[in-house]
């Protein structure tokens, strides 16, 4: 019997913790909030999933260490910019050699330009490690709305245990082992979904939405590529699927804050009302600053950098890409 610890007790970890529990499993989530694992074991996060009713089953635990210790597989369900903090609090000796690390944190560290897979082996080392991405609103699961993602990591035998234990009848995994490909996806993503929600609070501008969504994507593959992911992975469910999801549903934190930027607000008035993270605010200051190094061409992710953090208004912003040199549609 697998025994399961969710580190992150946010709306994707509560949701993840309530489908293994429903699949039969063993589930432990640890939080640094004790109000929240409180909540839990009334069967409700009321932070951020409220009015979701949660399984029985699923225990809370106050101490990282003593959450992880004797798992087979452990979440990371924690933002980016904080994983590195969290992975350091956990004492090697509590893990067991044989266990398997579930990573769905969807970023960029700001600080040095680093992927969760490259977080996770700086602070811990050697273990199996895996990806869990894809369009995935976290509400949506914990309504048993049928979702499919993708799991890659760097041991094929991970990816189909994995992909076992956590398929079901309304949630499907399939595999991929192209873990570069797939955590880049997932990170650069987020960025378009703030453009998405700009349009949207301008007036919903089907045509400006579908041309964001596919010129997007010609961005991600040259980034993603230049870093050695495959084109056949950004054209799967962690790269266009991740993309039109957030771009367009009414769930995604990222959408929101770029329709909030486009009625006028500061994106520390958006931030300091938001609950939960909205990673493509980092992202786009890390990939920005790495693309200009780089000479990557992201001419509508280097906008939505310029509206976040230089004050760049987002109609400028909007006209400046359509008057733009005009080209040939290549992807590179």
């Known amino acids: 019997m697998n025994r399961i610890t969710v580190l992150g007790a946010g709306s994707w970890g ?69 994983l590195r903090e969290v992975l350091s609090t956990i004492e090697k000796k509590n893990i067991q050699r044989e266990t398997i690390f579930v990573n769905l944190s969807k970023g960029i560290e700001i600080s040095n330009l680093k992927l969760p897979n490259q977080i996770f082996e700086e602070v811990l080392g050697k273990y199996r490690y895996c990806t869990l991405s894809g369009p995935s609103h976290a509400e949506e699961v914990s309504e048993n709305v049928p979702t499919s993602v993708v799991v ?25 082992t192209d ?60 790269g266009i699927g991740d993309l039109v999801v957030t771009c367009t549903s009414t769930h995604s934190r990222n959408r929101y804050v770029g329709e909030m930027l486009s009625k006028g607000k500061t994106l520390e008035q958006i931030l300091k009302k938001m609950t939960m993270v909205a990673e493509g605010v980092y992202t786009a200051k890390a990939v920005y600053n790495d693309a200009r190094k780089k000479n990557i061409e992201m001419p509508i992710a280097f906008k939505i950098y310029e509206v976040l953090y230089t004050g760049l208004n987002p109609k400028k912003a909007i006209y400046e890409l359509m008057t733009r040199e005009l080209k040939s549609e290549l992807f590179y």
């Open 14 to 82: 509560t949701a993840i913790a309530a489908l293994l529990t429903k699949n039969g499993y063993k589930v432990t989530i640890w939080d640094r909030n004790p109000e929240i694992l409180e909540d839990i074991k009334q069967r409700e996060n009321k932070k951020y999933l409220p009015q979701i009713h949660l399984p029985k089953g699923i225990t809370v635990e106050r101490n990282i260490n003593q959450s992880v210790e004797n798992s087979n597989i452990v979440i990371l369900a924690i933002p980016v910019q904080h």
């Open 179 to 238: 873990l570069i490909g797939v955590e880049i996806s997932s990170a650069v993503k987020n960025i378009y979904a703030i453009g998405a929600g700009v349009i949207d609070g301008f007036g919903k501008w089907d045509n400006t939405k579908a041309a964001l969504i596919t010129r997007s994507l010609v961005e991600i593959i040259r980034y993603g590529s230049h870093y050695g992911g495959n084109k056949e992975t950004f054209m799967g469910l962690a």
């Open 152 to 176: 890659s990591g760097n041991s094929q035998e991970a990816n189909n245990i994995i992909q076992k234990i956590f398929s079901c009848e309304t949630f499907r995994v399939y595999s991929n």
